[in-house]
């Protein structure tokens, strides 16, 4: 828009038959202001962790044809590439159906020195009536678990949250404090979220569908964009 105004003031200035003639200049587009605009260039690197892989499939049936770390894996590749959309940069703690350990996947992130950590599961319940999705973070004040990670962690689930819910239409079931590695181990603001239910077999058959994966995870790549705009200096 910024671009196309400017053009447009300087267009105005050099054609002759210009609006302070009071004639409607002809305004035309030149090709380069055709391109689609690309978005800034932002400094922060996320971690986006598609949780299982290889021999840890997750939550699976072969009955009802799922496997958790198969749909984690999609919904990842789907948040990273909105995320890059938005001009940031993403690591992916696995991009195929191969085993990574838990803590390696926290080593990626702090070795790394990223800014987010966003760990992505979905759910699994012996009753069917469960649903809804849910984010956690790490809680435990230890010397290493600063309080601001704590506060920005819980700030970070309760935004993806919001903005979740209101992309798919979910149910919340909340923001809460869960001791999972993945969490537990990175250093900087850290979530994971369970994205709902695959015992549940109404959200199963969304969660298979591709449009609503994008819906996801185009609000999760909102949320964390909307949280890094309030805590950029
Ligand atoms: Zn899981």
Do not use: W
């Not at 809804?132 to 962690?153: C, D, L, M, N, W």
């Not at 850290?190 to 449009?211: C, H, M, T, V, Y």
């Amino acid at each position: 828009m910024k671009l196309s105004f400017i053009h447009l003031i300087f267009a105005c200035f050099f054609m002759s038959g210009c609006a302070y003639r009071g004639i409607a200049p002809e305004i035309t587009t030149p090709h380069s202001f055709q391109r689609p605009i690309q978005p800034a260039v932002k400094k922060e690197l996320i971690i986006v962790d598609a949780g299982h892989g290889g021999k840890d499939a997750g939550a699976s049936s072969k009955r009802e044809s799922y496997e958790e770390k198969e749909l984690t894996l999609e919904t990842a590749l789907l948040i990273a590439d909105y995320l890059k959309q938005n001009g940031y940069k993403t690591i992916l703690t696995r991009t195929q159906d191969i085993f990574v350990p838990l803590v390696t996947r926290a080593e990626i992130a702090n070795s790394l020195n990223a800014d987010l950590f966003v760990s992505i599961h979905y759910n699994y319940s012996s009753s069917k009536d469960a649903k809804g999705i849910e984010v956690f973070y790490y809680k435990e004040e230890k010397k290493e678990t600063p309080s601001f990670r704590i506060a920005q962690s819980k700030e970070l689930g309760e935004e993806v949250l919001k903005k979740i819910v209101k992309s798919t239409g979910a149910d919340s079931r909340g923001v809460k404090e869960a001791n999972f590695a993945v969490v537990r181990q990175t250093k900087m603001p850290a979530i994971l979220i369970e994205a709902g239910f695959l015992s549940n077999p109404r959200e199963l058959e969304k969660i298979k569908d591709p449009q609503y994966k994008q819906s996801l995870a185009k609000g999760i790549a909102n949320a964390v964009d909307q949280y890094l705009a309030r805590h950029r200096k």
